[in-house]
């Protein structure tokens, strides 16, 4: 396990990645969407989205839900830790 001195280290290295602060802003703002997500940003394969989404969720940054319905669909939330990032989060997507 890697030593961090100041907590601005592990905030980096959770929220790195060329995608991650752009998603965590958009899912701030309602965007909780798969293909929400492939529609607002269309460069990103959907291979990079679930890499990145799945990144976010192992580091306890976001919650994924998924619906029984049909068709079924996912829907990822910020948790009490990725919510605690809202004050920098909205300065950086402003």
């Known amino acids: 396990m890697k030593n961090y001195h100041i907590g601005i280290e592990v905030t980096m290295e959770i929220i790195s990645g060329k995608w991650k ?5 958009y899912i ?5 969407r ?3 997500f492939l529609k607002v940003i ?4 959907q291979k ?3 890499e990145q989404l799945r990144q976010l969720e192992q580091d306890g940054i976001i919650s994924r ?3 029984a319905e049909v068709p079924p669909h996912v829907e990822y939330e910020l948790t009490e830790q990725g919510q605690s990032l809202t ?3 909205m300065e ?3």
């Open 28 to 32: 701030q703002t309602g965007i909780n």
């Open 65 to 67: 839900h998924v619906f």
């Open 21 to 25: 602060p752009l998603l965590l802003c």
């Open 48 to 50: 990079v989205l679930s």
């Open 87 to 89: 004050h920098v989060l």
């Open 34 to 36: 798969n293909g929400q």
């Open 42 to 45: 269309p460069e990103i394969s």
């Open 92 to 94: 950086l997507c402003n």
